[in-house]
């Protein structure tokens, strides 16, 4: 494939190869604007390989003289199948007179998938394959996570008035007297969860995200989502945030689910699927309108959740709005806003 700024296709290089057997080379080459050099080269490239020679090469070298050697590269994975550390096998190659650092068969052991010592059986094969994460039923995993947005102040913020107006400036005041006296009034946390299989979605705009906060959203989304058919609750996924370690968090949802998970530490796309949820969100309500007020906005998450829901096409649902993959939903809702 060309990059953009090419002046001649593969089949644009032909047709002025072809004209050179009758005119010179420079001639050609002044009248398609581009250098004699640059078609002097594609001739010669013709001349040797035909048309195969009038597309473009890797820019990779031939040949590279640091690159490990295919028969090295298969010794390392022969003892990595001995279940033998990076740092042993230095010392192996090392006996045989092949020098090599430990940083060079670690990258070589993370290419040919033999990094992790616990991933492979007894014959030295992995045992593990990379996959995604999916949900087989409804309430399968119910993906749970907390975004905070900034709270927008009567009349609106700085998006609207400017980032040095007046407006500005009396809200970053109250903000700091409220901080002064003890209290956090400048952030709102939407609570999410979302059907890992339907990617069916409930938010709720909380003024914490303490684990009593989300305990009472935990159960009020359990009877949101019972009222479109998710009855069977079977692994309730969230992030290691401080309100979901919380005993108290694991009990409630052991009471009615089979499990809590938490994803593993520094790793959201665990939990990608009410992230990107919530990304969504953000790029198409939070961010993309001004807002006068914070109950103005809340209002319109409410709106836009119904949106979502029942009208927005998602890929993951066969370009389908998510309460299509349900059998049961809420009948009540029109087929357009005005």
Same mark, same amino acid.
């Given at each position: 494939?060309?990059?953009?700024?090419?002046?001649?296709? &593969?089949?644009?290089?032909?047709?002025?190869?072809?004209?050179?057997?009758?005119?010179?080379?420079?001639?050609?080459?002044?009248?398609?604007?581009?250098?004699?050099?640059?078609?002097?080269?594609?001739?010669?490239?013709?001349?040797?390989?035909?048309?195969?020679?009038?597309?473009?090469?890797?820019?990779?070298?031939?040949?590279?003289?640091?690159?490990? &050697?295919?028969?090295?590269?298969?010794?390392?994975?022969?003892?990595?199948?001995?279940?033998?550390?990076?740092?042993?096998?230095?010392?192996?190659?090392?006996?045989?007179?092949? @020098?090599?650092?430990?940083?060079?068969?670690?990258?070589?052991?993370?290419?040919?998938?033999?990094?992790?010592?616990?991933?492979?059986?007894?014959?030295?094969?992995?045992?593990?394959?990379?996959?995604?994460?999916?949900?087989?039923? &409804?309430?399968?995993?119910?993906?749970?996570?907390?975004?905070? $947005?900034?709270?927008?102040?009567?009349?609106?913020?700085?998006?609207?008035?400017?980032?040095?107006?007046?407006?500005?400036?009396?809200?970053?005041?109250?903000?700091?007297?409220?901080?002064?006296?003890?209290?956090?009034?400048?952030?709102?946390?939407?609570?999410?969860?979302?059907?890992?299989?339907?990617?069916?979605?409930?938010?709720?705009?909380?003024?914490?995200?303490?684990?009593?906060?989300?305990?009472?959203?935990?159960?009020?989304?359990?009877?949101?989502?019972?009222?479109?058919? $998710?009855?069977?609750?079977?692994?309730?996924?969230?992030?290691?945030?401080?309100?979901?370690?919380?005993?108290?968090?694991?009990?409630?949802?052991?009471?009615?689910?089979?499990?809590?998970?938490?994803?593993? @530490?520094?790793?959201?796309?665990?939990?990608?699927? $009410?992230?990107?949820?919530?990304?969504?969100?953000?790029?198409?309500?939070?961010?993309?309108?001004?807002?006068?007020?914070?109950?103005?906005?809340?209002?319109?998450?409410?709106?836009?959740?119904?949106?979502?829901?029942?009208?927005?096409?998602?890929?993951?649902?066969?370009?389908? @709005? &998510?309460?299509?993959?349900?059998?049961?939903?809420?009948?009540? $809702?029109?087929?357009?806003?005005?």
């Amino acid at each position: 494939m060309t990059h953009r700024n090419a002046p001649l296709t &593969p089949q644009g290089r032909l047709r002025l190869v072809l004209r050179c057997r009758h005119r010179p080379i420079a001639h050609i080459a002044a009248e398609a604007g581009v250098s004699r050099q640059c078609l002097g080269k594609w001739v010669a490239r013709y001349r040797e390989h035909g048309e195969a020679g009038l597309h473009d090469r890797s820019s990779a070298p031939a040949q590279r003289p640091t690159q490990t &050697p295919v028969a090295v590269v298969e010794q390392i994975a022969v003892m990595r199948k001995n279940k033998w550390s990076a740092r042993r096998i230095v010392r192996e190659l090392a006996a045989q007179d092949i @020098p090599i650092s430990v940083a060079t068969v670690t990258r070589w052991l993370h290419k040919l998938g033999l990094a992790r010592l616990d991933h492979l059986d007894v014959d030295g094969e992995p045992l593990r394959r990379p996959g995604t994460i999916k949900a087989w039923w &409804p309430g399968h995993m119910i993906h749970i996570d907390v975004k905070k $947005v900034g709270r927008i102040p009567d009349g609106g913020g700085w998006r609207i008035h400017g980032i040095n107006s007046d407006q500005a400036r009396a809200a970053a005041r109250a903000t700091a007297k409220a901080k002064a006296s003890g209290t956090r009034p400048g952030y709102v946390y939407l609570h999410s969860a979302v059907d890992g299989f339907s990617r069916l979605a409930y938010t709720e705009a909380l003024e914490d995200e303490t684990a009593k906060t989300a305990i009472g959203f935990l159960f009020r989304a359990r009877v949101w989502f019972a009222a479109h058919g $998710v009855t069977r609750f079977t692994r309730i996924v969230t992030d290691n945030g401080s309100c979901y370690r919380a005993k108290d968090f694991t009990r409630a949802v052991c009471s009615f689910a089979a499990r809590h998970q938490r994803t593993r @530490p520094y790793t959201p796309r665990h939990n990608g699927k $009410v992230e990107r949820y919530q990304r969504i969100l953000a790029n198409e309500l939070l961010y993309a309108r001004p807002w006068l007020s914070e109950d103005h906005r809340r209002d319109a998450i409410a709106t836009w959740n119904l949106h979502y829901n029942y009208h927005r096409t998602h890929s993951a649902a066969g370009d389908q @709005p &998510p309460a299509s993959r349900l059998r049961t939903g809420v009948t009540n $809702v029109m087929s357009n806003y005005n």
